[in-house]
């Protein structure tokens, strides 16, 4: 074999492998925008009393979302030099079309904040979590992992303090606040809301950007790393809940935060379990032990992330057996998660026109959900196999691509 066929070899064999690393990405984004959706549209707690948690609630509450902002931070480090963070002018530029992107991202996200629809609108947060995560793009792993341990163990606690001074100033901020247009007039409210009060909390939430640069900074295209990532991630969530559980259920917490939080419409027991989001966490330490989905604690967050990297590693496996049967086992899921901006979007729009409304005749919510997610796959796969870029996906490149040029090019 000559050196040139052994080049093009080369090149031909990083081409499947970064085919592969990206597969895997874009399928396990797909999981996790379908998993939002079937809690956008399934019930997470029965209709009874008790509020007994479903399936849906038990599986995809809290772990959708935040695999949806450990694959944003993992789709940032890959886009700014992989496992060599981007320096210098190169760095500055990727930051400027980053911040572009973000604000065509928010731009949608207030538009869905007016729309009158029961979905914790997720856009606007995710637009600040780009902004917010820019100065740590250039740092090197070591620096990087320090900077998200120190997150996720102080950013609850400063959350747990501050949250109920805001939330008895006046006017008080609410919790679980879709941002719209109008809010941009009381800015100091809405900043209050992205970062402390709102359904996905900047404060605590830049965690999950944090830790999927740390896993974008790996070598994913290395044999091991997705059974690693597999292992590790199962591990530490697994860790997580044991220990969040152990603290509510054999060590006396439920029963404290049980005599703080009396109203009979909060359940606690199924609330640990499904969703803390809306409950006022103040009043006792206690809330800051637990590993309840959507309670931003330090276990929260290390099981949720660590559901995350198991998530990816598997989708990284799969994609390595499609590859080695030669065929695509992720096309369904990647095409999806290809364009999650465009379906998320098209997906709120169609909730937010049956808000209030009865189902049409015949429709049960489950058919409803299928209905959703069978399009986002039918719609995601049309587009990979045309090889387009979704309609939203297409304006948010075009910003990335206007802010990583040079100033004077622009002018």
Known sequence: MTSGSTAA???????????T????????????????????????FEADANLTPTWIGLTFSGRAAALFAVLAGIGLALSTGKKHPLEGSALAAARRGIALR?????????????????????????????????????????????????????????????????????PPLQ???????????????????LFLTGYYPVL?????????????????????????????????????KVLGTAAMEAWGGREALQAILTDPNYPLDS??????????????????????????????????????AAVVGLCLLVG????????????PLRGAGAMTLTLYTVHVWVVASFHLKPLPEGWTEDGMYFAHAALAVLIGM??????????????????????????????
């Open 320 to 331: 390595k057996l499609g590859e080695w049967l030669d065929l695509d086992l992720l096309l």
């Open 204 to 240: 605590q939430w830049l965690s999950y950007l944090l830790i999927g640069l740390i896993i974008g900074r790996l070598s994913l295209t290395a044999p091991g790393l997705p059974l690693l990532l597999l292992a590790a991630g199962t591990a530490v969530a697994a860790f997580a």
């Open 102 to 170: 973000a604000l065509v991202i928010a731009v949608v996200g207030l538009a869905l904040g007016g729309l009158e629809v029961n979905v914790a609108v997720i856009l606007v947060h995710y637009a600040v979590l780009f902004l917010c995560v820019l100065p740590f793009l250039g740092l090197r792993l070591k620096a990087l992992c320090a900077w998200t341990a120190g997150c996720i163990l102080g950013s609850p606690v400063l959350g747990f303090l501050l949250r109920p001074w805001l939330m008895a100033a006046e």
């Open 382 to 411: 049309a587009f990979v196999i045309l090889k387009r870029r979704g309609p939203l996906e297409w304006v948010g490149h075009a910003a990335n691509q206007v802010g990583r040029q040079e100033p004077d090019r622009v002018r």
């Open 271 to 308: 609330l640990l379990q499904v969703n803390l989001a809306g409950v006022r966490q103040e009043g006792s330490w206690w809330w800051l032990a637990g590993s309840a989905p959507h309670s931003g604690t330090t276990l929260d967050l290390l099981h949720t992330s660590g559901v995350a």
């Open 9 to 19: 070899s080369s090149r031909t064999s990083k081409g499947k492998a970064a085919s």
């Open 175 to 193: 919790l679980n606040h879709n941002p719209g247009w109008e809010d941009l007039t009381t800015p100091g409210q809405l900043l209050g809301d």
């Open 21 to 44: 690393r990206l597969s895997g990405i874009d399928a396990a984004r797909g999981l996790a925008l379908l998993g939002m959706m079937a809690t956008h549209l399934l019930p997470t």
